[in-house]
């Protein structure tokens, strides 16, 4: 199947700093991508979508000032989170999805903030 | 809000085939029942997918009512790398306005 790759699979930021989650499609062209949190236990939370080339969409609840997501190119979308503080720690997975073949993806990025 | 209603855990022993059933009774024509599944602390992997005929790939069997509004996914084989939770969701394909909405999941326990 299509290859998401997310980087970097783990990261430990200090509070009030900002982290840049990567997510690329290898092998396809990724018009549409998903970003998702997932806390323990639970189900993934969609956060936003973005199309390359247009602002991301955000999910009702979601702080576009403060998960900030850039789809500049049909690879590559970022999702960086600004000013991060503790409850921003959790699993981050993004999703690329490429027409007919549905979504893939990516491996997760554990992000903890102290 | 997800369109599917699944069971939260079930149990199957391994080497014995393990059916996850799936209900999605508002499903729309267009829609498509796909599967996916996630082991703990990775992202989801995709497995199998169908809009109404049964399907079938190495990994699994995907069988849809008459009626579109329920379906199983089978693990023909189960062994203790299938334990994780698994996910059925509705969705249109080809669209801008595609959302993947994960529903809670069944999650699988393979015992030895």
């Known amino acids: 199947g299509a290859v998401v790759s997310q980087h970097p699979s783990r990261v430990i930021c200090k509070s009030g700093t900002s982290v840049k989650i990567e997510c690329r499609s290898l092998?396809?062209?990724?018009?549409?991508m998903f970003w998702y949190r997932q806390f323990p236990k639970q189900s993934l939370m969609l956060m936003a979508t973005?199309?390359?080339?247009?602002?991301?969409?955000?999910e009702q609840g979601v702080e576009k000032d403060k998960f900030l997501i850039n789809h500049a190119s049909l690879t590559l979308s970022t999702l960086t989170v600004t000013s991060a503080h503790p409850e921003d720690s959790s699993f981050y997975i993004c999703?690329?999805?490429?027409?007919?073949?549905?979504?893939?993806f990516g491996q997760g990025t554990r992000l903890t903030v102290v | 809000d997800a369109k599917t209603t699944q069971p939260p855990s079930m149990d199957c022993a391994e080497g014995r085939a393990a059916n996850l059933p799936c209900n999605h009774s508002t499903i729309s024509g267009n829609e498509y029942v796909y599967w996916y599944r996630q082991i703990h602390s990775q992202g989801p992997q995709y497995i199998i997918h169908?809009?109404?005929n049964n399907e079938t790939n190495e990994m699994a069997s995907l069988i849809i009512t008459e009626d579109r509004k329920s379906s199983t996914l089978i693990l023909p084989h189960a062994t203790l790398r299938d334990t994780a939770v698994y996910y059925c969701?509705?969705?249109?394909?080809?669209?801008?306005?595609?959302?993947?909405?994960f529903g809670k999941g069944t999650r699988l326990h393979i015992l030895p």
């Open positions: 969701i509705v969705r249109v394909l080809i669209s801008r306005d595609d959302k993947i909405i």
């Open positions: 999703s690329a999805r490429d027409g007919e073949l549905g979504a893939f």
């Open positions: 973005s199309n390359e080339g247009s602002k991301a969409t955000y």
């Open positions: 169908g809009l109404k």
């Open positions: 092998d396809f062209q990724a018009t549409t």
